[in-house]
């Protein structure tokens, strides 16, 4: 069973930076992906990248500030956020691709860590 677990939240004020880390064994040989849920709202894809770390797709939201990259050779993916805003302020979860699907859906994604907070405060 994979246990994906992420670190690096915390507080930053607007236009700060976070990077976050997912822990993943045996999650070399798939695409990966980080989605963000904030209270009362749906879970959003952030990005993902696939196997090698040659290919990678963002959300619209955050297309230019964030930057998702993985070192296989560490089983980790991380989720590098420049020019943070109040408005990206949520849970952050790393998803496991269920194929080798680059998806933006959670239902390309079978197995998830627990989250990471992230508060930004303006």
């Known amino acids: 069973q994979v246990q994906l677990v992420e670190a690096g939240g915390g507080l930053v004020q607007a236009g700060g930076s976070l990077r976050l880390s997912c822990s993943a064994p045996?999650?070399?040989?798939?695409?990966m992906g980080w989605f963000r849920q904030a209270p009362g709202k749906e879970r959003e894809f952030v990005a993902a990248v696939d196997w090698s770390g040659g290919i990678a797709r963002y959300g619209c939201s955050v297309k230019g500030r964030f930057t998702i990259s993985r070192d296989n050779a560490k089983n980790t993916v991380y989720l590098q956020m420049n020019s943070l805003k109040p408005e990206d302020a949520a849970i952050y979860y790393c998803?496991?691709?269920?194929?080798?699907?680059?998806?933006?859906?959670?239902?390309?994604?079978?197995?998830w860590g627990q989250g990471t907070q992230v508060t930004v405060s303006s």
């Open positions: 998803a496991r691709s269920r194929s080798v699907r680059v998806g933006s859906r959670e239902i390309d994604y079978d197995r």
């Open positions: 045996g999650g070399n040989f798939y695409p």
